[in-house]
C-alpha cells in the first residue's frame, strides 16, 4: 500500500507535527506501508536532507512568522499530481491550510480517500494570532472552519480522546479515530546530563527547571515566568530553560527582563534531537509544561523517557497522557500552587527518583512502532471500504 501525506510543515521546521509526521513514517515501512510525504522547501540547511520519499515544494516566507512558510499552489498541486501518476491507495493530510485544499483535490482525482489528523487547536489560534478579532465571534470562525475542512475527507484521526470530543462537540460528523503519536525507541536512550550542564554552564547542583516547546503564545509561557519570578524569591538559584525558536521570543525575554528575573531564565533555541535535546532533558530536575492548545503534548513523555520529572497543568490532549501513576505532578494553572510544588520537590531528590522511575515506565509504554500497527490497520480498512 503506498499512502501520500501532505503538510504545510515538515523538518528542519521543528514543531509537533514534524515529529508526528516522521515518528509515524519511520515506523510504517515495517507494517507495509510506503510512504511519500510532500512539504514545503524551507530554501535552509536541512531542507534538502531528506530521506527518500519527501518531495519539496517552491514556498514562501510567512508574513510575520519567520520560522514558517507557504507552498505556491500551482507547484504543490503539480508535484501532487505527479506523486500520485505514481500510484497511491489514500492521502493522508496533516494540516488545515494549502495542504488540506491541495490533499483533498489529489485524493478526489485519483478516486482514493483522504484522512486527516487534527494536529491543531485551530480556535486558541486564532485567539493568539487575530487578537482584534471578538473572541466569541472568532470561535464561531473557528469551529464553522474546522466542520467545513472535516466534511472533507473520509476520516480523521485526532491525537488524544479530548481532542475527538472536542471534534464531536463542534458537530463534526466525519468518523474520528483517537490514534496518539507514539514514543520511538531510541528517545528511551539516556541522555547526558552533566555533559550538557558542563558545555552550558550550568553547575551541577544549580536547579535545573526545563520547558521544551514553540516559543509562541499559545504554549502559555508567560505563566511560566511569572511562575518562576515567584519561584526566585524561595529559590533564588533555580534557572528556568526554554528550549525552541518561534515569534514570542523577543517578547518573553521583555517579560523576564520586566519581572526582574532574566538572569535566571535562558532561551536555548533549537537542540539537534538525536543527542543535544535528550542531555537537554536528562540535565534538567525538572520540566515544567503549562500549554492550553497542546492536542497531545509529545514533549511530557520525551520528559519522561529520560527520568525527568513532570510539573504540568492538565489541558486539553495532555490529560491524556497525564494519568495517575505517570511521574507527574499535576496541578491548576496558579502560579503559587508551581512555585510550591517545585520547592518541595527540588528539595526531595528521593521523591524526583520515584517520580522519575514512574516516568520512565510509562513513556516505555508508548511504543510508536504500535501505534504505527494501528494506523496501518486503519488504512488498510478504509481502502477496503
Known sequence: MHVLYVSDVYFPRVNGVSTSIRTFRDDLGAAGIATTLVAPDYGVAGSGADDDGVLRVPARAVPRDPEDRRMRWGALRDTLASAAARGIDLVHIQ??????????????????????????????????????????????????????????????????????????????????????????????????????RNEHGIASDRPLLLFVGRVAHEKNIDFLLRMHARLLRMRPDALLMIAGE???????????????????????????????????????????????????????LEAMAQGTPVVSTAELGTRSILEPGCG???????????????????????????????????????????????????YRQLVLR
Open 95 to 196: 494540516t488545515p491550510f494549502l495542504a488540506h485544499y491541495a490533499g483533498v483535490r489529489a485524493a478526489r482525482r485519483a478516486g482514493v480517500p483522504a484522512v486527516a489528523t487534527y494536529h491543531t487547536f485551530f480556535e486558541e489560534y486564532l485567539h493568539h494570532y487575530v487578537p482584534a478579532l471578538p473572541r466569541v465571534f472568532g470561535r464561531g470562525v473557528a469551529r464553522a472552519f474546522t466542520r467545513s475542512q472535516c466534511a472533507d475527507v473520509t476520516a480523521l484521526i485526532a491525537p488524544s480522546a479530548p481532542m475527538r470530543d472536542m471534534l464531536l462537540d463542534y458537530g463534526v460528523d466525519t468518523p474520528v479515530h483517537v490514534l496518539p503519536t507514539g514514543l520511538p525507541v531510541d528517545r528511551l536512550r539516556r541522555g547526558d546530563g552533566a555533559r550538557f
Open 246 to 300: 518561534g515569534p514570542a521570543r523577543d517578547a518573553l525575554a521583555r517579560q523576564a527582563a520586566q519581572l526582574g528575573s532574566a538572569d535566571g531564565v535562558r532561551f536555548i533555541g533549537y537542540l539537534d534531537r538525536d543527542r543535544d535535546l535528550l542531555d537537554c532533558y536528562a540535565a534538567a530536575d525538572l520540566f515544567v509544561f503549562a500549554s492550553r492548545t497542546e492536542t497531545q503534548g509529545l514533549v511530557l
Open 328 to 378: 507527574a505532578v499535576v496541578l491548576p494553572e496558579s502560579e503559587d500552587a508551581f512555585a510550591q510544588a517545585i520547592v518541595a520537590l527540588l528539595a526531595d531528590g528521593h521523591e524526583r527518583a520515584r517520580l522519575g522511575a514512574l516516568g520512565r515506565g510509562h513513556a516505555g509504554r508508548w511504543s510508536s512502532a504500535a501505534k504505527a500497527s494501528e494506523l496501518a490497520a486503519l
